[in-house]
């Protein structure tokens, strides 16, 4: 029997054993940031826009020209410049004059508004404007979207589209990102085929599956393959993934059955910090260090070793990434009673459908296909009646 | 003065004039198919798992043999067997004899449960069943994760983890998938800069931001670069662009106003379908075909230039893809009064906090920042009196 603990201790565990963004940093070019981690706060060094500007095509005005003004009384403006686009009106205008100026052009010294063209009506050199406006009127003014020394964007700011927007807006082209775990992915077990599997023979899911997640949660993975049940076969692998990998993932074999030796090879390598979790799926996990890298046993159903890749590796690495905790994805409200089970904290995949109503997917240890069918998951707590139909649950993203 | 239509006409059009997954297919492996989308329906091959297989360690038995048998009544079983993983356990079990199983391990003939460990004693050649098990307790029958001719998963699933180790699980090696549809990005404006801006100049936005925006909708994107306003030009570069690209997107240069030539430009090559959206930000869309792809042509400001992607171009996008429409990401509460706006279905970026109340990000036309501190984006329908406060609302991710 394993003496186990819970997912609290568990992953508290494994993030005291886990550096903080301890990949280092690296630079990378702006369009190759996407999905990456910001490695520093990002404060503008320079005001945007840099200058004022127009937000609708027609006359830079003194506002207090226009007052007044309405469709029985234009008020008349001399036009003495058109503003062409990416000119530096460096001029001042004068009281009683107005400067054609296009979307986004820049607005001359003493103008404080724009007239929309449709309010306006040329006539010869002069501008007849129907209507006023106020002063910062259809104006963007310098650094309106941001000042100088602003802080845009935290350090741990996963980097999507609308960052790249706002960085590109700010001049970076390279961005200072935090480098990616490198994940060694290793499948034990005399089970495992990558064949068509004869009778007692399944596929070997967990390495593409592990790697996969690995991915996704934003590390650079790599398998190395299947492994038989052999101690020295085993340990050589973990050894040769350590050379390269900052996180060893070895899937299958940490059961407390006859075929249980990873927990021996981790313990001859480093230190065993844990070897069972109340967790359902889950319980048979290892987690050790090895010369300061975190290496997981993971169960070698993959259901399983999805559930404690989630939930137990992925804090390692985001905290690696210098990432916050993952937060749930949406709530919802569960549509039949879920009983508790024997003391752990069980994971249930769940279909949520448009209305916020949670069903659980029924599972079975080793089903691997309710994943496709699931649009999240829950967790249901240990210690507790389960939940009532009706009560509102937290759904995690698979 | 645009003559505007409405988003729900304009999406329409551009799904009229694009023809679904016309990218055509392509086979990537396996660990290469992450996020891409599925160009058939998977239907399996064969029964998973392909025996039936021991959920937990103990002994295979005849479930009848241990009915009646407790903690003051064992039941004797003769241990005949030790089935290691991965063999095939092909002999027959008799009446009143057990096998030795591990997790995972395929059920002799005969046998129809596992007794688990914990419920058993060896005592030299027997095994000793504390407990009575059911017909089919701790078995996964051959075919109870996916039955041979089951469809898994359905042509347009974009694939992700849980995708990737449901098709390892039927010995996926390579996977069909649509090609990534190739997105050309075209700035244009007279007053871009990728230098530190001079009065007048701002920095070019869009090359960045819609490549980024094309990227993780599923395309392969490239930036052609900034081009000035100049007609020759910019029909040069939508022309190179069209050799290579499915779709093309040119910002900037899309008002009404003096600097106006895309639409001619356009014209000229091929058909504008319509010119001016009642959207608000993004009125003054393009768009066009050229020898049967999609142009379109987006407002130079880059926060109108994102939402006329997110909600114009991206249903394009997933129709190429064979995606299905976009969903919400979640519903929330207003927490303010949003008036409508002009006649123009406006789209605002919102904050939403744990409890789901949603807060609109106030906005300036021009203004890219507010996207870095949005969690999302709601919608204010046209030909209403927008939203009160306590109203139920769908937010859209960014």
């Known amino acids: 029997m394993l003496r186990v603990i819970s997912k609290e201790d568990a992953v508290q565990c494994v993030l005291n054993h886990t550096k903080p963004s301890s990949c280092g940093v690296e630079n990378v070019k702006l369009l190759c940031s996407q999905g990456r981690v910001l490695a520093a706060d990002i404060v503008s060094r320079e005001?945007?826009?840099?200058?004022?500007?127009?937000?609708?095509?027609?006359?830079?005005?003194?506002?207090?020209?226009?007052?007044?003004?309405?469709?029985?009384?234009?008020?008349?403006?001399?036009?003495?410049?058109?503003?062409?686009?990416?000119?530096?009106?460096?001029?001042?205008?004068?009281?009683?004059?107005?400067?054609?100026?296009?979307?986004?052009?820049?607005?001359?010294?003493?103008?404080?508004?724009?007239?929309?063209?449709e309010h306006?009506?040329?006539?010869?050199?002069?501008?007849?404007?129907?209507?006023?406006?106020?002063?910062?009127?259809?104006?963007?003014?310098?650094?309106?979207d941001?000042?100088?020394?602003?802080?845009?964007?935290?350090?741990?700011?996963?980097?999507?589209?609308?960052?790249?927007?706002?960085?590109?807006?700010?001049?970076y082209e390279t961005v200072p990102v935090f480098?990616?775990?490198?994940?060694?992915?290793?499948?034990?077990?005399?089970?495992?085929?990558?064949?068509?599997?004869?009778?007692?023979?399944?596929r070997d899911v967990n390495s593409a599956l592990l790697t996969a997640a690995a991915t996704e949660a934003g590390c650079e993975a790599f398998c190395y393959g299947v492994v038989i049940d052999d101690r020295q076969l085993i340990q050589k692998a973990v050894e040769a993934c350590l050379c390269r990998a900052d996180i060893v993932l070895i899937s299958g074999g940490s059961s407390a059955g006859t075929m249980d030796m990873t927990v021996d090879i981790l313990a001859s390598l480093g230190e065993v910090h844990f070897?069972?979790?109340?967790?359902?799926?889950?319980?048979?996990?290892?987690?050790?260090?090895?010369?300061?890298?975190?290496?997981?046993?993971?169960?070698g159903h993959p259901l399983a070793a999805f559930f404690v890749f989630r939930l137990i590796v992925s804090p390692a690495v985001r905290a690696m990434l210098g990432l916050p905790a993952e937060q749930p994805l949406q709530s919802g409200t569960l549509k039949v009673n879920v009983p508790s089970n024997h003391g752990r904290e069980e994971y249930l995949c769940v279909s949520v459908d448009a209305g916020g109503s949670v069903f659980p997917l029924q599972t079975k240890s080793g089903i691997i296909s309710v994943l496709s069918k699931a649009d999240g998951y829950i967790c249901v707590p240990r210690n507790t009646e389960g939940y009532a139909s009706g009560t509102t649950v937290e759904v995690y993203s698979l």
């Open 179 to 202: 480098r990616r775990p490198v994940v060694a992915v290793i499948s034990t077990g005399d089970e495992l085929t990558k064949e068509a599997p004869k009778p007692g023979q399944v």
């Open 120 to 144: 306006t009506q040329a006539a010869g050199s002069l501008c007849l404007a129907y209507s006023s406006v106020s002063p910062g009127e259809n104006v963007t003014k310098r650094g309106d």
């Open 146 to 171: 941001v000042a100088e020394n602003t802080l845009v964007l935290k350090k741990g700011t996963r980097i999507q589209t609308p960052q790249i927007g706002v960085l590109a807006s700010l001049g």
């Open 47 to 117: 005001d945007v826009p840099s200058f004022h500007r127009s937000t609708v095509d027609g006359y830079a005005v003194f506002a207090a020209d226009t007052f007044g003004a309405g469709e029985a009384m234009p008020a008349e403006l001399t036009v003495v410049h058109e503003i062409r686009m990416g000119e530096s009106a460096l001029f001042s205008l004068r009281r009683g004059t107005c400067a054609r100026i296009a979307t986004g052009g820049m607005l001359p010294q003493g103008a404080d508004a724009v007239i929309m063209v």
């Open 275 to 299: 070897h069972g979790i109340a967790m359902k799926p889950g319980k048979p996990t290892i987690f050790a260090t090895v010369n300061g890298k975190p290496v997981f046993g993971l169960p």
